[in-house]
């Protein structure tokens, strides 16, 4: 029986490993699609700031100030894009050289393409690895209880 108890946890840590890549990968597209659509925003306000230009030109105006609303625009777009990429190398566990701007794996110390130091990632704290709180510890018995604990659960003495 413990062969296929072992056949059967294989398959559902595999599965569980499918299921997750499958859903980054969804929300990689999703990314890409969006940056997308912000791309088609730049264009489109590109397209007004010229006509903006030009009708201040035609008006006698200074065109300077004309544009500034729609170049603002532009910024938070590409500030959008930025931050979507940067989701997009979070979930591929990737990161940009910035000497060359070439992709890398995130434990790569230095890049293939022309050498420059990486960065290296401090490693995160899992939700089992955050601090948690120190146990509380029995006067009478020196058990440790969780630090939630009024009394100890071995022996029922009052914690402090």
Do not use: H
């Not at 940056?35 to 008006?59: C, L, M, P, Q, R």
């Not at 997009?88 to 022309?114: H, Q, R, S, V």
């Amino acid at each position: 029986m413990s062969v296929f108890d072992n056949i059967s946890k294989k398959v559902t840590e595999t599965a569980k490993a499918a299921a997750k890549k499958s859903s980054e990968i969804v929300e990689i597209t999703k990314l890409n699609v969006n940056i997308g659509a912000e791309e088609d925003k730049i264009e489109k306000t590109y397209a007004e700031i010229g006509k903006a230009v030009y009708a201040s030109f035609n008006e006698g105006k200074e065109v300077g100030e004309a544009f500034t609303e729609l170049c603002g625009k532009i910024k938070s777009y590409e500030e959008n894009i930025r931050s979507m990429r940067q989701k997009i190398y979070e979930l591929k566990n990737t990161k940009l050289c910035p000497g060359c701007g070439a992709e890398l794996d995130m434990e790569i110390a230095f890049c293939p393409k022309c050498g420059t130091k990486q960065e290296m990632p401090k490693p995160a704290e899992t939700e089992d690895e955050e601090k948690k709180p120190d146990p509380k510890v029995c006067p009478s018995c020196n058990t440790s209880n969780s630090p939630e604990s009024e009394f100890c659960i071995n022996c029922g003495t009052k914690l402090n």
